[in-house]
């Protein structure tokens, strides 16, 4: 199938945005402007289309390595101070380099994760300098920094002129000569800053991005969106291994089912992405040690509506989208965040809502240690009962995982 990637990339932005916001205070949309800012300067510099599509990735993605370890550490911190703690955790660059590994870029974009901090004077983490730092650290370092000094989702005539004198004051400090010229180059048209708005970024995004359609199979989807599970999991060090772990069951069942090789895969894939909205949800409710009050359920309750955000933008996942946005429906109508009812509900969303159960029962919680295959059992088949959850694919689920 033919897939723009980076448009792909751009969907599952949306929710990424979310853990710099929950820490930094970062504003919606702020990745996509990192990648805008990093591309126009990159096509005014003679990048080629494969160059800026990787670029362009690699800016939605540049933050993907901020994990819970990070965010405890910022969130102890005062609002105002968590900025300057997590830019410098160090670790976050390396981590981050680290997820991508896997993804398929057009050209090498090896350290440009990892450099994406690295000051022009060869002051940042790694003490890299100069020319030595990747060009396409040096376009996110630039819109990073930027957007988050500045707040460039709404701009006027000070604020533009704040951000060139800062930029200028920053010549070969932060910023090589010759990108402080493009930026000063293209950022005399009045639309640039007015694309970064938050009311024209997506129209903005989707005129200028370099338009690569990839020839990708299922297989090689399910790859990209492991690393989003990675991601997804990562924020709490309950969840380590919740998506993957479920990702796992579900191909485990779906081979029960003798369902065929593609179903299967997309199965993998809305295992692996059905909690994006989570990274949405602050982790100050998903870490709670203690039962969580009404106005927190409503808040966790927001993550499957997000994740659907996110996912039903994608063209070819609208299945995919149902499977995974459905898992805290019930049959009953009890569910959210529609409060669907079993006739609206198909197979596999009742195969995800009853493994998604069943992996989280088994993790531990911070209010509870990981339960066993059999005690599991004991609370689905009680939901099953009170006709919540699909009770043959409990019996199943059962026949599969226990341990004769
Ligand atoms: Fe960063
Ligand atoms: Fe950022
Ligand atoms: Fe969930
Ligand atoms: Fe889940």
Redesign the pocket.
């Known amino acids: 199938m033919k897939i723009n990637l980076n448009r792909l990339l751009l969907s599952l932005s949306y929710t990424l945005d979310f853990v710099?916001m929950d820490v930094l205070g970062?504003t919606s949309n702020?990745s996509k402007r990192?990648a805008y800012i990093a591309n126009i300067i990159g096509k005014y510099l003679g990048m080629s289309e494969e160059e800026r599509f990787d670029l362009v990735a690699c800016a939605i993605l540049?933050?993907n390595g901020v994990t819970k370890y990070m965010l405890d550490l910022a969130s102890q911190a005062k609002r105002e101070k968590r900025k300057i703690i997590l830019e410098n955790v160090k670790e976050h660059c390396i981590i981050g380099e680290e997820n991508i590994r896997n993804y398929p870029f057009l050209t090498d974009v090896t350290n440009v994760i990892k450099y994406h901090h690295e000051n022009y004077d060869g002051t940042g983490f790694f003490q890299i300098k100069g020319d030595n730092i990747p060009l396409m650290s040096q376009l996110i370092f630039i819109g990073?920094k930027l957007d988050?000094i500045f707040d460039l989702k709404t701009t006027n005539y000070n604020k533009i002129n704040k951000v060139n004198t800062f930029i200028k004051n920053n010549t070969s400090k932060l910023y090589s000569p010759k990108i402080v010229d493009a930026f000063m180059e293209v950022s005399k048209k009045p639309c640039f800053w007015l694309d970064l708005n938050d009311n024209f970024i997506n129209n903005a995004i989707r005129i200028t991005l370099p338009n690569i359609d990839l020839d990708m199979s299922w297989h090689d989807l399910e790859k990209i969106t492991e690393i989003f599970s990675f991601i997804i999991d990562n924020k709490s060090e309950f969840t380590l291994k919740h998506s993957q772990g479920l990702a796992n069951k579900a191909k485990i069942m779906g081979n029960y089912y003798k369902k065929d090789k593609e179903e299967i895969i997309k199965l993998k894939i809305a295992a692996n992405l059905h909690d994006i909205g989570k990274l949405a949800i602050s982790n100050d409710i998903i870490d709670k040690p203690g039962e969580l009050n009404e106005e927190e359920l409503y808040l966790i309750k927001q993550h499957t509506y997000l994740s659907r955000v996110s996912l039903s933008k994608i063209k070819g996942f609208e299945d995919i989208t149902e499977w995974a946005c459905n898992h805290h429906e019930k049959l009953d109508g009890s569910g959210y965040p529609f409060g669907l009812t079993g006739d609206k509900l198909d197979f596999n969303s009742r195969l995800i809502m009853c493994l998604d159960i069943y992996q989280a029962l088994m993790e531990e919680r911070p209010y509870r240690k990981g339960l066993t295959h059999e005690k599991s059992m004991v609370i689905l088949k009680n939901m099953g009962d009170n006709g919540l959850i699909d009770v043959n694919i409990i019996k199943d689920i059962d026949k599969v995982f226990s341990i004769k």
């Open positions: 710099e970062v702020h990192v540049h933050d990073d988050n």
